[in-house]
């Protein structure tokens, strides 16, 4: 269906070539493919790359950079491509091992004294590998890094309070924040940061000279993709996410475009070489694609893949080996693939959080390899449609929770005040009207009345206040990460 918000591109303008591409018949036919999903998904723009045995056959941009606004995407147009970064990490670290300045397997406290993490035999254990590879027990976590001002040595400090919810090298967990701590072991054995070394070290020997680590050099640029939300029935645009503001950015803060990411990728297929030079050893690179966390059998039927590497998902797709890795941050999302045996690297990029990225990469891949295609498309509107529907009878669900009369136990400025918690610092509740707001850094919560001392916010989460002996609120508990209990938040000014 073509929507009214698609309607400013005309179907000539849809798809426009950035740089020329050599012909590939088995890709015949795929603007339509991209036309169709960008038109379902409501997606304003989005950039797709194929490199094939050295050869660029494909680098397209599609629709537009902004919303309402007449700025083509091309494939020199820059995007957030989020967790593909991890990846970047992953080299970063590499060429530290590459220098001598660190191994794989040497724990992390024989290079930083002071870092901790909440369970004190990870603490003693964990190494550069670890932190790469999703295994240190730690669940997401990643409210904290939406909600709280830190610098990045601040947050490494921090990771001391966050709870696990499994045991070390128990299980894959992904985990965005043991990324920032390998980014930021990377730059301080460097003498520099993370993102001085992308540069150094990937940047400029791969000559990807579009690319940047920063949101604020992104919006300097006179060619960068505008993050898209769908609210309403209509396309708006969001706020650019700036990763460093959250002490973040090894995790996800490489803006980059297609004709940079093709680069890339043929760096990887190259075995570390690019411009005839060898970046990072053939060694480091067989680490880099080698797997290490086996995945469980829930994650790897959702990704197709059997294991994580160092930056990378690992698998197998008829017969043809793949590394993978995928990306979503405020208004982007991204996905790569490389097939080694066959030479072949792909990329999409996108500027709404939707799933046209991995829709794309599937149909490109079957079409490469020679597979019969399937609607990948419709898969994802169907399971979509699911997801809506389990999202709606929740809120039906804890709507019907509600006691009939049961009012808060005390008046709701009472319930105001100072709260702490060592990883997330000072907030603040404040009434408003008949709700309470709780006030972090980036990030306000809502809280409606719920039942007695708890509040619903987010539709389905609870908020629960503990009142001590003397009839004053002493805590307040909130599920910031669902895999571990509540934060324990103590009164402060009490």
């Given at each position: 269906?073509?929507?009214?918000?698609?309607?400013?591109?005309?179907?000539?303008?849809?798809?426009?070539?950035?740089?020329?591409?050599?012909?590939?018949?088995?890709?015949?036919?795929?603007?339509?493919?991209?036309?169709?999903?960008?038109?379902?998904?409501?997606?304003?723009?989005?950039?797709?790359?194929?490199?094939?045995?050295?050869?660029?056959?494909?680098?397209?941009?599609?629709?537009?950079?902004?919303?309402?606004?007449?700025?083509?995407?091309?494939?020199?147009?820059?995007?957030?491509?989020?967790?593909?970064t991890k990846s970047f990490t992953a080299v970063t670290v590499a060429a530290m091992v590459d220098d001598?300045?660190?191994?794989?397997?040497?724990?992390?406290?024989?290079?930083?004294?002071?870092?901790?993490?909440?369970?004190?035999?990870?603490?003693?254990?964990?190494?550069?590998?670890?932190?790469?590879?999703?295994?240190?027990?730690?669940?997401?976590?990643?409210?904290?890094?939406?909600?709280?001002?830190?610098?990045?040595?601040?947050?490494?400090?921090?990771?001391?309070?966050?709870?696990?919810?499994?045991?070390?090298?128990?299980?894959?967990?992904?985990?965005?924040?043991?990324?920032?701590?390998?980014?930021?072991?990377?730059?301080?054995?460097?003498?520099?940061?993370?993102?001085?070394?992308?540069?150094?070290?990937?940047?400029?020997?791969?000559?990807?000279?579009?690319?940047?680590?920063?949101?604020?050099?992104?919006?300097?640029?006179?060619?960068?993709?505008?993050?898209?939300?769908?609210?309403?029935?209509?396309?708006?645009?969001?706020?650019?996410?700036?990763?460093?503001?959250?002490?973040?950015?090894?995790?996800?803060?490489?803006?980059?475009?297609?004709?940079?990411?093709?680069?890339?990728?043929?760096?990887?297929?190259?075995?570390?070489?690019?411009?005839?030079?060898?970046?990072?050893?053939?060694?480091?690179?067989?680490?880099?694609?080698?797997?290490?966390?086996?995945?469980?059998?829930?994650?790897?039927?959702?990704?197709?893949?059997?294991?994580?590497?160092?930056?990378?998902?690992?698998?197998?797709?008829?017969?043809?080996?793949?590394?993978?890795?995928?990306?979503?941050?405020?208004?982007?999302?991204?996905?790569?693939?490389?097939?080694?045996?066959?030479?072949?690297?792909?990329?999409?990029?996108?500027?709404?959080?939707?799933?046209?990225?991995?829709?794309?990469?599937?149909?490109?891949?079957?079409?490469?390899?020679?597979?019969?295609?399937?609607?990948?498309?419709?898969?994802?509107?169907?399971?979509?449609?699911?997801?809506?529907?389990?999202?709606?009878?929740?809120?039906?669900?804890?709507?019907?929770?509600?006691?009939?009369?049961?009012?808060?136990?005390?008046?709701?400025?009472?319930?105001?005040?100072?709260?702490?918690?060592?990883?997330?610092?000072?907030?603040?509740?404040?009434?408003?009207?008949?709700?309470?707001?709780?006030?972090?850094?980036?990030?306000?919560?809502?809280?409606?009345?719920?039942?007695?001392d708890t509040f619903l916010y987010d539709d389905t989460d609870i908020a629960q206040f503990h009142i001590?002996?003397?009839?004053?609120?002493?805590?307040?508990?909130?599920?910031?990460?669902?895999?571990?209990?509540?934060?324990?938040?103590?009164?402060?000014?009490?």
């Amino acid at each position: 269906m073509l929507l009214c918000a698609l309607a400013w591109v005309s179907e000539a303008a849809l798809v426009h070539a950035q740089t020329p591409a050599e012909p590939n018949t088995a890709i015949a036919g795929i603007d339509a493919d991209v036309e169709r999903a960008m038109k379902e998904l409501h997606v304003p723009g989005a950039a797709i790359g194929v490199i094939e045995d050295g050869k660029v056959v494909l680098a397209k941009g599609y629709g537009v950079r902004e919303i309402g606004k007449p700025g083509m995407v091309d494939a020199d147009t820059l995007f957030d491509i989020g967790s593909m970064t991890k990846s970047f990490t992953a080299v970063t670290v590499a060429a530290m091992v590459d220098d001598g300045k660190l191994k794989w397997d040497v724990p992390v406290v024989q290079y930083i004294p002071w870092f901790r993490l909440y369970d004190p035999v990870a603490t003693e254990l964990i190494t550069p590998r670890d932190l790469l590879t999703h295994r240190s027990g730690l669940p997401r976590h990643d409210f904290i890094r939406m909600s709280t001002y830190l610098t990045r040595e601040e947050l490494m400090h921090r990771l001391r309070y966050l709870e696990p919810s499994r045991s070390f090298r128990d299980v894959f967990q992904y985990n965005n924040l043991t990324y920032t701590a390998a980014g930021y072991l990377a730059g301080q054995v460097n003498g520099s940061t993370w993102e001085e070394l992308v540069k150094q070290r990937i940047f400029l020997p791969l000559g990807m000279t579009h690319s940047s680590t920063s949101a604020v050099d992104l919006q300097r640029s006179s060619n960068f993709a505008h993050p898209h939300s769908y609210e309403d029935g209509k396309i708006v645009t969001v706020p650019i996410y700036d990763y460093q503001k959250f002490g973040v950015g090894p995790n996800g803060a490489v803006n980059s475009s297609v004709n940079d990411m093709l680069k890339y990728l043929e760096f990887h297929l190259d075995g570390g070489t690019a411009g005839g030079k060898q970046v990072i050893s053939a060694a480091q690179m067989k680490e880099l694609h080698a797997p290490v966390t086996v995945l469980e059998p829930n994650m790897a039927a959702a990704t197709g893949a059997y294991a994580y590497a160092l930056g990378w998902m690992t698998g197998s797709y008829h017969g043809h080996s793949f590394l993978e890795h995928g990306g979503s941050i405020n208004g982007f999302t991204s996905d790569m693939i490389l097939f080694p045996d066959s030479r072949i690297g792909i990329v999409v990029l996108n500027n709404r959080g939707t799933a046209l990225p991995q829709i794309i990469t599937k149909d490109l891949r079957d079409r490469l390899l020679g597979v019969n295609s399937h609607d990948y498309l419709a898969d994802n509107l169907a399971a979509q449609a699911k997801f809506e529907h389990q999202v709606s009878d929740e809120k039906k669900a804890m709507e019907a929770g509600r006691i009939p009369d049961a009012k808060a136990t005390l008046p709701l400025s009472k319930y105001a005040g100072t709260y702490f918690h060592p990883a997330y610092g000072k907030i603040h509740v404040i009434q408003d009207g008949n709700n309470l707001t709780v006030k972090f850094d980036a990030i306000d919560l809502t809280l409606q009345h719920y039942n007695y001392d708890t509040f619903l916010y987010d539709d389905t989460d609870i908020a629960q206040f503990h009142i001590g002996d003397s009839g004053k609120v002493t805590e307040m508990l909130l599920p910031l990460e669902p895999a571990v209990k509540p934060f324990v938040f103590t009164r402060q000014d009490e």
